[in-house]
């Protein structure tokens, strides 16, 4: 089936994609820039419910001897400007992680709906 070949290939697209994203990701948190989601806990909560949770809240980890200590930076409003560039870089590559594995999981959703109703 074509349609089968075309959305296999879409799915390797994205998962390759997803892949390097993750990889420059990575490079940035070598460079000691992390994103944080936190679950704040609360059953109502929609944000941590549905989604990843509160933030992106944006830390820096600065040696201090020996000791490596993970400083919060807050929101990318109140970042220092040096530091802006590698932050809007590690937001873009999030923000495109969180859309890819949107894409992947509605994929999925709809293969499952489709198999169940070809079985019933
Ligand atoms: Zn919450």
Request: glycine share 6%; with cysteine; aromatic share 4%.
């Amino acid at each position: 089936m074509k349609e089968l070949k075309e959305l296999e290939s879409l799915v390797k697209k994205l998962n390759n994609k997803a892949r390097i994203l993750k990889k420059e990701k990575e490079e940035l948190s070598r460079q000691g820039f992390t994103i944080r989601y936190v679950k704040c806990g609360k059953e109502t909560c929609r944000k941590c419910k549905e989604g990843r949770g509160h933030g992106p809240y944006i830390y820096k980890s600065v040696r201090e001897g020996e000791r490596v200590k993970s400083v919060y930076l807050g929101k990318l409003t109140d970042v220092k400007e040096i530091d802006k560039q590698a932050i809007d870089a590690l937001k873009r590559i999030d923000e495109e992680i969180q859309s890819i594995e949107q894409k992947l999981n509605n994929i999925k959703t709809v293969i499952n709906i489709l198999i169940k109703d070809i079985r019933h």
